[in-house]
């Protein structure tokens, strides 16, 4: 009889981040699939969501970019590689990365990493280091955008015939992002929370607080819709953690001052329950100014049957069927921004019923987490084989 297949998960940080999730989504997959599973991380809000009596929880220091930690963790790897007997070492992130690297090498068992971003390089030394993410027996890009930049950044690493690339586009859970299940109570208590205005449409921008998501772009787009529309007819969300970047909140709230935003933009430091936040919303906005590897925010929009305006770039062009299940604007232009915002308030029920219901259906054909769940453990298989 063939031993089943253990697979050991290496993730800096279980935070509610795409990767995490998906670290943590197909954790669970894999041991309703006759498959052992471990997550080895420093911690993290997720571990508390993973059930420990099926999945096995190690924690080390491997969000660590210390030389003498990352090869501390290498030696503990190495140890719970050959206790547990895994089969299979899969890192998402480059720090562990390379601890992994080394434990796969000395116990001999696969290794695979997925490319979860475009890991930006201005040196040869900074190329070096993103390339642990390339020395393993399955390179998986998270989308088209991702396996582009891949080949187009680092073709010398992938002239080894015995390396297997290929894209395993990144899912969400279709059943949570739906908008059928979320009670009204749970509607009513974050209108509640949030101090909304039941009466006027709600604009919310998810997303951590950082430059390249956009945020002073997106107010500069609201300023401009104001001009035309007014104040009146709607307020905005921005919701996000600052993470410690304080400067550029502080900059964030100036600019809304400076337009005269105080009493309709609102910051929100964090949110539990996104599926409630996309429902109580009228419209999602992704204004990156840098490409997404993927565009999470996008994809649980659609599934919530929300219209949804992203920037044109990276991987929101692979997950909206532009003027079919959402809508493209021009990166880094406000201008095209507020343009599609007024477009889309002014649509009738009807044209936003149809969006929503097309938006819904491309996510469950193309990126929801069974899909990707499955496609991973098949790729498993193979490697075992």
């Known amino acids: 009889m063939r031993s089943k297949i253990k697979v050991l998960q290496v993730i800096p940080k279980s935070g509610d981040g795409g990767s995490e999730t998906g670290c943590s989504d197909l954790a669970h997959y894999l041991t309703e699939n006759d498959c052992a599973s471990y997550i080895v991380t420093s911690g993290g809000e997720l571990l508390k969501y993973v059930n420990k009596k099926k999945v096995k929880v190690i924690r080390l220091p491997v969000h660590s970019k210390n030389p003498i930690l990352m090869l501390f963790n290498s030696l503990i790897l190495v140890f719970i590689i050959l206790f547990f007997n895994i089969s299979i070492v899969h890192a998402r992130s480059r720090a562990p990365a390379w601890s992994c690297l080394l434990a796969s090498k000395i116990t001999r068992r696969k290794f695979v990493t997925t490319f979860h971003g475009t890991y930006n390089f201005s040196n040869s030394m900074k190329k070096f280091y993103n390339s642990v993410m390339l020395r393993s027996d399955l390179i998986i890009a998270g989308s088209n955008f991702i396996f582009s930049h891949i080949n187009e950044n680092y073709s010398d690493h992938l002239i080894n015939l015995k390396k297997k690339f290929l894209v395993?586009?990144?899912?969400?859970?279709?059943?949570?992002?739906?908008?059928?299940?979320?009670?009204?109570?749970?509607?009513?208590k974050l209108i509640l929370n949030w101090n909304i205005q039941k009466d006027k449409k709600l604009i919310l921008l998810p997303g951590r607080l950082t430059s390249w998501k956009g945020q002073e772009m997106f107010i500069e787009a609201i300023n401009l819709v104001n001009k035309e529309l007014g104040s009146e007819k709607f307020n905005v969300v921005?919701?996000?953690?600052?993470?410690?970047?304080?400067?550029?909140?502080?900059?964030?709230?100036?600019?809304?001052?400076?337009?005269?935003?105080?009493?309709?933009?609102?910051?929100?430091?964090?949110?539990?329950?996104?599926?409630?936040?996309?429902?109580?919303?009228?419209?999602?906005?992704?204004?990156?100014?840098?490409?997404e590897a993927f565009g999470r925010v996008s994809v649980e929009a659609q599934s919530m049957e929300k219209p949804i305006i992203a920037s044109n770039i990276g991987g929101s062009r692979e997950t909206i069927i532009n003027d079919k299940t959402g809508f493209l604007f021009e990166a880094k232009k406000p201008e095209s921004l507020s343009k599609k915002i007024i477009e889309v308030l002014k649509l009738d029920e009807s044209t936003l019923k149809s969006l929503g219901n097309e938006g819904r259906k491309n996510v469950i054909k193309k990126f929801n987490i069974e899909k990707m769940c499955f496609s991973t453990y098949l790729e498993y298989k193979k490697l075992t084989n």
């Open 238 to 291: 921005i919701l996000g953690s600052d993470q410690g970047r304080k400067i550029y909140k502080q900059k964030l709230l100036r600019l809304v001052e400076q337009y005269r935003l105080i009493n309709q933009v609102k910051f929100i430091d964090h949110c539990k329950n996104m599926p409630a936040a996309y429902k109580i919303s009228d419209l999602i906005v992704s204004s990156s100014i840098e490409p």
């Open 168 to 188: 395993i586009f990144r899912g969400i859970n279709t059943d949570y992002f739906n908008s059928s299940t979320i009670k009204q109570s749970e509607e009513n």
